[in-house]
């Protein structure tokens, strides 16, 4: 077996308590045949980008490179999260065009190179994940890297206009086609990958995910639609009744239905438009007034970005906006916290919610949407919301389907899910949960380095 290497912005050392799912199947596919993870510490450096610190842990080496302030700035809070992000999540009134984040982007994604071309052996299998890295496969082979070179993007790829809407976007999406594999959420995804390669950068499709490049040479790209550990999540969430925090929160409805969100504080979630058809519930349903808690929970993501500072300020307002509309002195409609929490108590608070509000305006998976679905119970499932945005929408058809933009008609299924009987919620969910359990994230990750190893 070749040994792995796994290269994305952040590395998930052993000692965080944060690690999720995809952390943990990455770890075990290090694991089972000795690997090397790299990227970014998390460290800002005084001086110049480039430190570089090594761990070995169970048969894992990481490697992890600090960045400069500056490096910081452009690579990351700009041409990663302030181009690339609104730029591949449809957002092209977001993205900010910026030759200097630019060029910061390329260089930090060839300091990367540099330093792991050296670590490199031809026989080994380099898995690179996410959107910071996309010319890296180019940058390593630049620098005589010969082995194979499989890329995941896990956030969605837009349509070929929007792509070529960048500046030099063929400097930086044209790059995949240095990879060997190019992995994609969903089988849009990748037809729209398709029609830019063919469209904008001068190849051809010779079959389905078998591309050319203009220079002829032939490279693979396929959907790989990311899952969760699903039966662990739905192990912790069986045991929830046991955590205080879960208690606590039960107890706190007195016997009302709760309807939860949960995202990273982000404009790709459709926050505003989901309190939006919150308020379209209140107005128009009035028979489920006082009968329905929402509780949002929103951890800040991204401060450093006006666009999410400006976002998180809207939210406060509209909540307290419409707490201060609809409550009555014994019944608040919505609860709006900006926490992380343990995914142990996470699983538990999903597992008594009656509905699930996956409502993004454009997600590459979402992971919360299967997270909620592992997490309820067998004999009294909760019905899911899911946005036709989201790319666990092509899976999971057990969800009622929403656009997120159609307040009216989300507040409707909402109200749907309410009352929704016993065994359709049966119905539903277990072929959702057959789906998530099928093809959980460790088959995901078997299924993606097969098809690598596959390759040449
Ligand atoms: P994104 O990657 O865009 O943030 P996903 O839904 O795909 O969206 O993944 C989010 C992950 O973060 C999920 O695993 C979810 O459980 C976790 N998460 C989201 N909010 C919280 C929170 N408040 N506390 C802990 N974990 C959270």
């Given at each position: 077996?070749?040994?792995?290497?796994?290269?994305?912005?952040?590395?998930?050392?052993?000692?965080?308590d944060?690690?999720g799912g995809?952390?943990?199947?990455?770890?075990?596919?290090?694991?089972?045949?000795?690997?090397?993870?790299?990227?970014?510490?998390?460290?800002?450096?005084?001086?110049?980008?480039?430190?570089?610190?090594?761990?070995?842990?169970?048969?894992?080496?990481?490697?992890?490179?600090?960045?400069?302030?500056?490096?910081?700035?452009?690579?990351?809070?700009?041409?990663?999260?302030?181009?690339?992000?609104?730029?591949?999540?449809?957002?092209?009134?977001?993205?900010?065009?910026?030759?200097?984040?630019?060029?910061?982007?390329?260089?930090?994604?060839?300091?990367?190179?540099?330093?792991?071309?050296?670590?490199?052996?031809?026989?080994?299998?380099?898995?690179?994940?996410?959107?910071?890295?996309?010319?890296?496969?180019?940058?390593?082979?630049?620098?005589?890297?010969?082995?194979?070179?499989?890329?995941?993007?896990?956030?969605?790829?837009?349509?070929?206009?929007?792509?070529?809407?960048?500046?030099?976007?063929?400097?930086?999406?044209?790059?995949?086609?240095?990879?060997?594999?190019?992995?994609?959420?969903?089988?849009?995804?990748?037809?729209?990958?398709?029609?830019?390669?063919?469209?904008?950068?001068?190849?051809?499709?010779?079959?389905?995910?078998?591309?050319?490049?203009?220079?002829?040479?032939?490279?693979?790209?396929?959907?790989?639609?990311?899952?969760i550990d699903a039966s662990a999540i739905a192990t912790l969430a069986a045991n929830a009744s046991r955590n205080p925090a879960v208690r606590r929160m039960q107890a706190s409805l007195t016997g009302r239905a709760l309807a939860i969100g949960v995202?990273?504080?982000?404009?790709?979630?459709?926050?505003?438009?989901?309190?939006?058809?919150?308020?379209?519930?209140?107005?128009?349903?009035?028979?489920?007034?006082?009968q329905l808690t929402y509780l949002q929970i929103?951890?800040?993501?991204?401060?450093?970005?006006?666009?999410?500072?400006?976002?998180?300020?809207?939210?406060?307002?509209?909540?307290?906006?419409?707490?201060?509309?609809?409550?009555?002195?014994?019944?608040?409609?919505?609860r709006?916290v900006?926490r992380t929490y343990p995914h142990a108590t996470l699983a538990g608070f999903y597992r008594l919610a009656r509905i699930g509000l996956?409502?993004?305006?454009?997600?590459?998976?979402?992971?919360v949407a299967k997270e909620y679905v592992a997490s309820q119970d067998p004999q009294d499932p909760g019905a899911l919301?899911?946005?036709?945005?989201?790319?666990?929408?092509?899976?999971?058809?057990?969800?009622?389907?929403?656009?997120?933009?159609?307040?009216?008609?989300?507040?409707?299924?909402?109200?749907?899910a309410l009352?929704m009987?016993l065994?359709?919620r049966r119905?539903?969910w277990q072929?959702m949960m057959?789906?998530i359990s099928?093809?959980?994230?460790?088959?995901?990750?078997?299924?993606?380095?097969?098809?690598?190893?596959?390759?040449?």
């Amino acid at each position: 077996m070749s040994r792995l290497v796994v290269v994305s912005n952040r590395v998930a050392l052993p000692d965080s308590d944060q690690n999720g799912g995809l952390a943990t199947a990455l770890d075990a596919a290090l694991k089972e045949a000795g690997g090397l993870w790299f990227g970014w510490s998390g460290k800002v450096a005084r001086a110049h980008s480039g430190e570089l610190h090594r761990a070995t842990h169970d048969n894992i080496d990481y490697l992890t490179i600090d960045l400069s302030r500056e490096d910081y700035e452009g690579y990351y809070n700009g041409f990663s999260n302030r181009t690339l992000w609104p730029l591949l999540h449809f957002r092209l009134d977001l993205v900010d065009y910026n030759a200097m984040t630019q060029a910061a982007y390329r260089g930090v994604n060839a300091l990367f190179a540099e330093k792991l071309a050296k670590e490199i052996r031809d026989e080994d299998i380099v898995w690179v994940h996410d959107y910071h890295l996309l010319p890296l496969a180019q940058e390593l082979r630049r620098r005589g890297v010969r082995a194979r070179i499989g890329f995941f993007l896990h956030v969605p790829f837009p349509s070929a206009d929007i792509v070529a809407g960048l500046p030099h976007h063929e400097k930086t999406f044209g790059a995949l086609a240095a990879y060997d594999l190019v992995g994609f959420q969903t089988e849009r995804d990748l037809e729209r990958f398709q029609d830019y390669i063919r469209l904008f950068r001068g190849g051809s499709v010779a079959a389905r995910g078998t591309l050319r490049d203009h220079d002829g040479r032939s490279f693979q790209a396929d959907a790989f639609p990311i899952g969760i550990d699903a039966s662990a999540i739905a192990t912790l969430a069986a045991n929830a009744s046991r955590n205080p925090a879960v208690r606590r929160m039960q107890a706190s409805l007195t016997g009302r239905a709760l309807a939860i969100g949960v995202d990273r504080l982000d404009y790709s979630k459709g926050l505003p438009e989901r309190f939006r058809a919150f308020e379209r519930v209140l107005d128009k349903h009035t028979d489920l007034r006082g009968q329905l808690t929402y509780l949002q929970i929103a951890p800040v993501s991204r401060g450093g970005v006006a666009s999410y500072r400006a976002l998180r300020r809207e939210l406060e307002q509209y909540a307290g906006h419409i707490n201060g509309a609809h409550a009555d002195p014994d019944w608040t409609p919505m609860r709006y916290v900006n926490r992380t929490y343990p995914h142990a108590t996470l699983a538990g608070f999903y597992r008594l919610a009656r509905i699930g509000l996956v409502t993004p305006l454009r997600d590459g998976m979402n992971l919360v949407a299967k997270e909620y679905v592992a997490s309820q119970d067998p004999q009294d499932p909760g019905a899911l919301v899911l946005s036709i945005f989201a790319g666990a929408a092509r899976e999971l058809d057990g969800a009622l389907l929403i656009n997120p933009f159609d307040s009216d008609g989300v507040a409707d299924a909402i109200a749907a899910a309410l009352k929704m009987p016993l065994d359709e919620r049966r119905e539903r969910w277990q072929s959702m949960m057959q789906r998530i359990s099928s093809y959980d994230i460790h088959a995901w990750r078997r299924d993606f380095l097969d098809r690598l190893q596959q390759t040449r």
